[in-house]
Nanobody, 125 residues
Framework: QVQVVESGGGLVQAGGSLRLSCTAS????????MGWFRQASGKDREGVAY????????YCTDSVKGRFTISRDNAKNTLYLHMTSLKPEDTAMYYC??????????????????WGQGIQVTVSS
């Protein structure tokens, strides 16, 4: 049974940093493309960052480029999202998920199947 779990969220002041972690049981993260998504209250879920099984990465929204970094530690079977220069508009529930098919729709939630329960990130002004 596959289980995906996010951690590392919390409350931070604007300009601060957080590192989210995503671990999985029953799933080798390095075999799959993986993504980070977020959903703010009252808004649709949006793609944030994506990492291919081979280590390539892309950022789904211009607002995080240069501030967020996606990475993976295969030995720890853990995916990370390092977030810096955080802004109040980054406040959201953040989710980690596995792509159904490597390379397909990297920033589209419908392209992902196994999801974590989400972790709250709140940025105060």
């Amino acid at each position: 049974q596959v289980q995906v779990v996010e951690s590392g969220g919390g409350l931070v002041q604007a300009g601060g940093s957080l590192r989210l972690s995503c671990t999985a049981s029953g799933l080798t993260l390095g075999d799959y493309d993986m993504g980070w998504f977020r959903q703010a209250s009252g808004k649709d879920r949006e793609g944030v960052a994506y990492m291919t099984w081979s280590g390539g990465s892309l950022y789904c929204t211009d607002s995080v480029k240069g501030r967020f970094t996606i990475s993976r530690d295969n030995a720890k079977n853990t995916l990370y999202l390092h977030m810096t220069s955080l802004k109040p508009e980054d406040t959201a529930m953040y989710y980690c998920a596995r792509s159904r098919v490597n390379g397909l729709g990297p920033c589209m939630a419908a392209s992902f199947d196994y999801w974590g329960q989400g972790i709250q990130v709140t940025v105060s002004s």
